[in-house]
Nanobody
Framework: QVQLVESGGGLVQAGGSLRLSCAAS????????MGWYRQGPGKQRTFVAR???????NYADSVKGRFTISRDNAKNTVYLQMISLKPEDTAVYYC??????????????WGQGTQVTVSS
């Protein structure tokens, strides 16, 4: 069984900062790309940021220059450092990972999500 658990969400004023963490655990052989998505109330889930096992990154245009994704391969953990937060960043943030299990099963796995609320 594979599990992704997010943490670090909360309530912050506009212009503030938060750092999200996502730790993968379970029967993991390897992890390829890891990333973050978000979903606001009444909206579709959208891409935020992605990082490969080699450290290559890409970002949604709406967060470029404000968010930074990183990972610790030894800990199977991905981070999202968010600065200059805006009310439109308010959403549930979901961790995503491309994981190959010990049984050689490939899957796109998701965490339960962590709430980020930015007040004006």
């Amino acid at each position: 069984q594979v599990q992704l658990v997010e943490s670090g969400g909360g309530l912050v004023q506009a212009g503030g900062s938060l750092r999200l963490s996502c730790a993968a655990s379970g029967s993991i052989r390897s992890i390829n790309a890891m990333g973050w998505y978000r979903q606001g109330p009444g909206k579709q889930r959208t891409f935020v940021a992605r990082i490969t096992s080699d450290g290559d990154t890409n970002y949604a245009d709406s967060v470029k220059g404000r968010f930074t994704i990183s990972r610790d391969n030894a800990k199977n953990t991905v981070y999202l450092q968010m600065i200059s937060l805006k009310p439109e960043d308010t959403a549930v943030y979901y961790c995503n990972a491309q994981i190959i299990t010990l049984a050689h099963y490939w899957g796109d796995y998701w965490g339960q999500g962590t709430q980020v609320t930015v007040s004006s």
